[in-house]
């Protein structure tokens, strides 16, 4: 495949461009169906007049429809789609992405989704379909728990979040307590969403996420939370994000003491209570009522989701220590992560 897309990039470059634009507008469709046309345009930084004739050939080839709500796949576009996303990860350099941080962090999958969540928000959603893929691709056997985090990355994997007939018996939990923040970004949210899309199951866990020490003993020690803390700790799948250090310590509102330690300690990330400098040591970490980095490595299958070119310090400074676990970023994050690396 490789040797026929370098035959096509110098005898036909354009083909190359149009193919590439077309699958763009495809997988924009197909992420916020049914979307008009205007919208669209905008989206895609295209003008009216370039996309009324991508979408009247798109049209003419039965891949799209056209509603007065907006467009939509059709189920051939549907297909279409599907069998374009491994030619176009070729075309556009993202296997090669994908290729050398795996082998940068000894891990056992990389997906990067084409875009820069930072600049196009829209790319959130696409890492949330490719992490909605992953997780139904590995859940294994008839009962299945799946631990998730909060955050707004993790909210656009629950909205993509559909039915799977071959697991029907999933159980979602929130990975650790709340962080006071905007209540649909929380985990306990996030997992009932999950649930509801994929018509599965869910359990919550009632408690904040930060706690003082005196707290901490107080609410582990009760039975109802005990038992809700084993389920957490025994799922079989956790799904994570990964956060910038100190946007972090300023959701949770860190005493002025704590933030010296992270700041003092160089952190760039935050994963699950624990902040980490550019070569992935913890540096500060925050009493909290969850899942911690020891229980990672009880042979679960561990899912990081983050992207944005702005977030490539904090997802090195985490994998440096995620071995064989699995990430999925997007392309503006991939780059700045590789160009680390040259």
């Not at 962090?105 to 949330?128: A, H, R, T």
């Not at 020690?221 to 803390?229: A, F, H, Y």
Request: glycine content about 8%.
């Amino acid at each position: 495949m490789r040797s026929l897309i370098e035959v096509q990039r110098k005898l036909l470059p354009e083909l190359l461009s149009v193919m590439q634009k077309r699958y763009q507008i495809l997988q924009y469709i197909r992420l916020m169906q049914p979307i008009g046309r205007r919208n669209l345009a905008v989206s895609l930084g295209l003008t009216e007049r370039v996309l009324r004739s991508e979408v009247t050939f798109l049209k003419e080839q039965d891949l799209i429809d056209i509603y007065p709500s907006g467009m939509t796949l059709t189920n051939e576009g549907e297909l279409l789609l599907a069998e374009l996303e491994e030619v176009m990860k070729e075309v556009s350099g993202l296997r090669l992405l994908e290729t050398t941080l795996k082998e940068a962090f000894s891990l056992s999958e990389v997906v990067v989704v084409s875009g820069d969540s930072d600049q196009s928000p829209w790319v959130k959603n696409e890492m949330g379909r490719a992490s909605v893929s992953c997780i139904k691709e590995r859940l294994v056997g008839e009962k299945n728990t799946v631990a998730v985090t909060g955050g707004t990355t993790l909210a656009a994997v629950a909205e993509m979040m559909t039915p799977d007939s071959k697991h029907p018996d999933v159980l979602f939990v929130p990975a650790r307590g709340g962080l006071g923040e905007n209540v649909q970004n929380q985990a306990n949210t996030i997992c009932a969403k999950m649930a509801e899309k994929s018509m599965s199951h869910y359990r919550l866990l009632h408690v904040p996420d930060q706690l003082s020490d005196e707290a901490y003993r107080s609410i582990i020690g009760e039975p109802s939370i005990k038992d809700m803390l084993h389920l957490i700790k025994s799922a079989g799948m956790v799904v994570h994000g990964i956060g910038d250090a100190m946007t972090m310590a300023e959701r949770r509102k860190t005493p002025q003491a704590d933030l010296e330690k992270v700041k003092n300690g160089h952190a760039v990330g935050e994963a699950f209570g624990y902040y980490f400098n550019h070569q992935g040591e913890v540096v500060h970490k925050v009493k909290t009522v969850g899942i911690q980095l020891d229980d990672l490595k009880n042979n679960k299958c561990v899912i990081a989701v983050a992207g944005g070119s702005s977030k490539a310090k904090a997802i090195k400074a985490f994998m440096q220590q995620a071995h064989d676990s699995i990430l999925i970023t997007d392309e503006g994050a991939a780059k700045e992560l590789v160009r680390d690396f040259n």
